[in-house]
């Protein structure tokens, strides 16, 4: 394991105020309760923050709800627009300091996470551009009648987030969201509220209305509270699949609140013959194994041709075991994300072996110092009835199958409870589509892999998720007509 030099400590800067941000101020919680932020990196802790219970966040909604009528109503699409503009300036500003706390936070390599970060204040500026531009209809009914429909805002949203890619989630969300005329209680991950803290700060310095964005940390209880909320009007998560059924559950047995997914992925990754071998090891290899595997949408079943397998699976190995793990503030992979993550990626890889997938490299855990550190870990000779094909891991553990035709591919692609995202690599355009049309993922890449872009629709398909982030459908999610 590489070692952490001191130096990149003295660069995690940490939000001058670690509170509830509750209609434009800072408190404490009710109850008064705090818990610990763990860093993957050192196993220390980082700092304490509130404990949300119900209480806060019915102040929380209770806040975003008049909001809804104050000011913020009152300033109308150019008014937010112009808050989102320059809410954009400000998280530009401070782009550097945000991906190494973002880093130190959740153990995500600080090479991926600032160029994620990079591309947020982007992000924001292109959901402030549709503040203005969404607008009803008045169709051509009869000459008795006049018609016409609004679009409207949803109203007091929830915004429950992840803790692999926090900042780059809140943002995906809060842009649209307040776009479009709503108000936010945003519930971080327990694991990694950190930045989220961060844009309170900015979202308080650029002006935005008290009540407008909320900030309640704590743990799934503090996320069930908002699930069942009576006066919250959506829930926008992303998460597990097992998590993402309680949320829906939640919202139908208390106000059949909208509900948006994003969950789960087994992601398909297609090899085929025809690939130049070195360019589709390098695609694969960033595909599972970028930000520690801790991605949605990884490809984590790569499919490879018979024809070149042997050959894509050495240069696999020797991929993977050139890269160095250890202090995400450098250019290395990073721990996983907390102990019970990192508990459970090695049950996974035990069980691979177990079950008679060959273990081309890693597989174990580092030692020699504290983190929760995973060696890249690729698997040859996987199946498809194996438990590290069928579930997802959520780690850096590449499993690499073998196929001979197209048809079998397709099949075996689609044969998962999940349907997130998918790729293929190949030069043939006749293989581009067999693998795009047929296959049931949200999102597809072609010769490349995992990015993502405002302009672009994404979610997924069966227990993926519903509901679209992104592109003029995800703008739309968050309007009522």
Request: neutral net charge.
């Given at each position: ?91 530009e500003r401070d782009i550097k300091p945000l ?166 992925g087994k992601s398909p990754l ?212």
């Open positions: 394991v590489a070692k952490m030099a001191d130096k990149n400590l003295n660069n995690v800067v940490l939000p001058t105020q670690l509170k509830l941000y509750i209609d434009g101020e800072w408190v404490d919680s009710v109850s008064g309760q705090k818990f610990p932020v763990i860093s993957p990196v050192d196993e220390k802790v980082i700092c304490h923050v509130p404990e949300g219970s119900l209480e806060d966040v019915d102040k929380a909604v209770a806040a975003a709800r008049r909001a809804l009528t104050g000011p913020w109503a009152k300033m109308g699409p150019k008014g937010r627009r112009n808050l989102l503009l320059k809410l954009a300036d400000a998280i991906g190494v706390l973002e880093s130190y936070n959740n153990g995500g390599p600080v090479s991926f996470q600032q160029p994620v970060i990079g591309c947020l204040p982007d992000d924001i500026r292109y959901y402030a551009g549709w503040a203005d531009k969404v607008d009803g209809k008045v169709p051509n009914i009869s000459e008795e009648f006049h018609a016409y429909s609004r679009k409207e805002p949803i109203g007091v949203c929830g915004l429950i987030l992840p803790w692999n890619v926090p900042l780059w989630s809140l943002i995906t969300k809060l842009g649209p969201c307040l776009a479009m005329g709503n108000t936010a209680v945003i519930k971080p991950a327990e694991q990694t509220p950190l930045t989220a803290f961060k844009v309170a700060e900015l979202i308080h310095q650029v002006g935005f209305p008290k009540g407008v964005v909320n900030i309640v940390t704590g743990h799934g209880a503090t996320g069930a509270a908002m699930t069942k909320h009576m006066d919250i009007d959506k829930i926008s998560f992303t998460g597990s699949t097992e998590v993402g059924r309680l949320v829906m559950k939640a919202a139908a047995d208390s106000n059949l609140k909208k509900v948006q997914l994003e969950l789960g297609v090899v085929f013959g025809d690939a130049d071998v070195d360019e589709a090891v390098e695609i694969a290899s960033n595909a599972i194994f970028t930000n520690n595997g801790e991605l949605c949408t990884v490809g984590s079943r790569t499919f490879v041709h018979s024809s070149i397998y042997s050959a894509f699976v050495e240069k696999t190995r020797k991929r993977a075991q050139a890269l160095v793990v250890g202090s995400p503030l450098e250019k290395n992979n990073g721990p996983l994300v907390d102990k019970d993550q990192y508990d459970r990626v090695l049950s996974l890889i035990e069980t691979g072996k177990k079950e008679g997938a060959k273990l081309e490299c890693g597989g174990i855990k580092h030692s020699g110092g504290p983190g929760f550190f995973v060696q890249p870990t690729v698997f040859s000779n996987v199946t498809d009835n194996m438990t590290i094909a069928r579930e997802e891991i959520f780690g850096p553990v590449q499993s690499i199958l073998k196929f001979d035709t197209v048809e079998e591919v397709v099949r075996r692609c689609n044969a998962t409870q999940y349907g997130l995202a998918a790729g293929v690599i190949t030069k043939d355009i006749n293989n581009v589509f067999a693998i795009s049309n047929n296959v049931k993922a949200g999102t597809v890449w072609v010769n490349t892999y995992l990015p993502v872009f405002p302009q672009c629709e994404f979610g997924g398909y069966k227990q993926s998720g519903f509901g679209r982030e992104g592109g003029a459908e995800g703008v739309l999610e968050w309007t009522q007509t």
